[in-house]
């Protein structure tokens, strides 16, 4: 590799990556350097990505986040997917 590859490499890696979530691991279907938080907006580089819904396909910051978007979903007011008690 070369001085005049490292551009090019760097400029496919640039730039917010498009991710196809499953439930253990996550497929890179478009290179980036991050992914934004479906609840706050705020970047993820790939590299710290830890949390995740594989059914809304949705990134998050941190647990908090995620347990955030949770009870949006499945609590809140007119929630589609509440779960019934017992």
């Known amino acids: 590799?070369?001085?005049t590859d490292l551009p090019s490499f760097d400029?496919?890696?640039?730039?917010?990556?498009?991710?196809?979530?499953?439930?253990a691991d996550f497929?890179?279907?478009?290179?980036g350097a991050y992914v934004k938080c479906a609840v706050t907006g705020e970047k993820i580089t790939l590299n710290n990505l830890r949390y995740w819904s594989a059914e809304l396909q949705e990134a998050y910051l941190d647990a908090n986040a995620a347990t955030?978007?949770?009870?949006?979903?499945?609590?809140?007011?007119?929630?589609?997917k509440q779960q019934k008690p017992g």
């Open 1 to 3: 590799m070369t001085d």
């Open 11 to 23: 400029r496919d890696f640039a730039g917010e990556a498009t991710l196809e979530f499953g439930d």
């Open 27 to 31: 497929m890179i279907l478009k290179p």
């Open 68 to 80: 955030q978007r949770w009870r949006e979903v499945y609590q809140g007011p007119g929630a589609a």
